[in-house]
């Protein structure tokens, strides 16, 4: 009698266990951006760039007249100008970051082009969140100029030291201390892989980043465009199920991840140049730089070496465990606007966006410390679309309160200027333009002397980007562009 309870008490106490590891194991998707929502989704910032780099960033009227970003063949394109021989104010180009804050998820983006292995450039696909360093930043995809290979790294104030344990083989760590304080820059870990970034990435037509960001670790794993997962495809994504990730970062003992990484937002940039591009230890030590003199001149004065330095984002779908949009599962808040800065260097100061949403609900009401809803919080509008378990409402974001209640956002320092990118309100617009992009073919592209497709009217394709063996890159083709334009 006492072995059948026994028996029965540890059988309850093993499925209990089993029951709640797996409700945690599980994923279940709660946003996606894609060429349906992704310039309502995100901001432009328009500010000084806090990394040094020889770049003007744009706003999003000058994106859109310019044609630097917009939908294409059914995916998000994000490029840079590659006509004007040397531009007083850097080359022009394009940095959006995401209304919406994250605290733990997984992050699946698909991408089928990035900026190319080009002299001067240092592209970004990276995460970071408010006070930098001190709620951390995790640098996804991110390399410069002729590099071939991707480094993935993170960001944290002091404190934070990390293990690479089940980082695949081939994947070599820098650094073991993630604080960004002086030449530190951070826990970078450089990839064998080199087709995960830059020419290698665009010649097999792209393919998945995806980043288990947890209490325990951050890991990223590439998937090339024709080896993506079954789960990953079918909307059930299992990281368990994916084997050693390309890079993982463990804390434990050395790293409270929770204290070090909070409410994080979504970057896609590119700048020219600046701190890593630029310096004499990274351009002048490189063969393939060296011998083109001064890394601002080049950029200045070769605008058509820049043609293939864009991006084409598929879709990016964020993940939360459990099933639900809180309890320090995937949270989101209003997020970060300011000037953050993937690589080394200061990052923005300034929450924009509507408020923590810590471990409650992200809707209208209160979430986690402070209230998200539609309460003012900066100088425009932000949100649109669904965040957590309500409506993350039409509050503004940009400079003003956020954060636990009714917080003020901390004034910008000279290396850390500005928070807001856009201010006033905002409305969807289209417009048919002759795009001055390195965009790609459309699937169905209108021949040369056909007329320009009417405003109103979509030429992107019905099913994403084509196989990228089977285009060609085009200069000033009649595309539309869906936009975000102020009124």
């Not at 000058?62 to 840079?80: F, K, P, Q």
């Not at 996804?140 to 993170?154: D, Y």
């Not at 020419?199 to 960001?213: K, M, S």
């Amino acid at each position: 009698m006492h072995s059948s309870i026994f028996a029965l008490g540890l059988t309850a106490f093993f499925n209990g266990a089993f029951a709640q590891n797996n409700s945690y194991s599980r994923y279940s998707l709660k946003t996606t951006y894609d060429s349906s929502n992704f310039f309502e989704a995100f901001e432009f910032f328009n500010e000084e760039d806090p990394t040094h780099g020889f770049v003007d960033y744009v706003d999003a009227d000058a994106a859109n007249s310019e044609g630097l970003a917009g939908y294409v063949d059914g995916a998000v394109y994000m490029g840079v100008d590659y006509q004007t021989k040397n531009p007083s104010n850097g080359r022009r180009s394009v940095r959006v970051t995401s209304h919406d804050a994250f605290t733990h998820g997984l992050f699946v983006a698909d991408i089928a082009h990035m900026p190319g292995s080009i002299p001067g450039v240092w592209p970004a696909y990276w995460m970071f969140g408010p006070n930098w360093p001190t709620s951390g930043e995790i640098d996804i995809l991110e390399g410069v100029n002729t590099q071939t290979e991707n480094k993935i790294s993170l960001h944290t104030g002091p404190g934070c030291s990390i293990t690479n344990d089940g980082t695949t083989q081939g994947t070599t760590l820098e650094s073991e201390n993630c604080d960004s304080a002086g030449a530190s820059a951070g826990c970078g870990q450089n990839t064998s892989d080199n087709q995960n970034y830059g020419d290698g990435f665009n010649d097999i037509g792209g393919g998945v980043y995806a980043t288990e960001w947890t209490s325990d670790h951050i890991a990223v794993w590439f998937f090339h465009r024709g080896r993506i997962p079954q789960d990953i495809q079918s909307g059930n994504p299992t990281p368990s199920s994916w084997g050693p990730p390309a890079a993982k970062f463990n804390g434990g003992k050395g790293c409270n991840i929770d204290d070090h990484f909070k409410e994080n937002n979504i970057v896609f940039d590119t700048t020219f140049c600046g701190d890593w591009a630029g310096s004499p230890d990274v351009w002048g030590k490189n063969p393939e730089t060296s011998s083109l003199g001064d890394c601002k001149d080049y950029v200045a004065n070769n605008p058509a070496d820049f043609k293939n330095a864009y991006w084409l984002v598929n879709s990016i779908k964020v993940y939360v465990q459990g099933g639900s949009y809180g309890g320090g599962n995937g949270t989101t808040g209003g997020g970060n606007s300011g000037s953050g800065n993937s690589g080394s260097g200061n990052s923005g100061n300034g929450n924009s966006g509507n408020g923590n949403s810590g471990n409650g609900n992200s809707g209208n009401g209160n979430s986690g410390n402070g209230n998200s809803g539609n309460g003012n919080s900066g100088n425009g509008n932000s949100g649109n679309g669904n965040s957590g378990n309500g409506n993350s409402g039409n509050g503004n974001s940009g400079n003003g309160q956020s954060g636990n209640g009714d917080g003020q956002t901390n004034p910008p320092s000279s290396t850390q200027p500005g928070q807001g990118t856009q201010n006033g309100q905002q409305a969807l617009a289209k417009v048919t333009i002759m795009a001055n992009t390195m965009a790609p073919e459309p699937t169905r592209p209108p021949s040369p002397n056909q007329a320009a497709p009417q405003a109103g009217t979509e030429t992107v394709g019905e099913s994403g980007p084509s196989d990228p063996s089977s285009r060609s890159d085009i200069l000033h083709e009649q595309v539309e562009l869906l936009f975000f334009t102020n009124i």
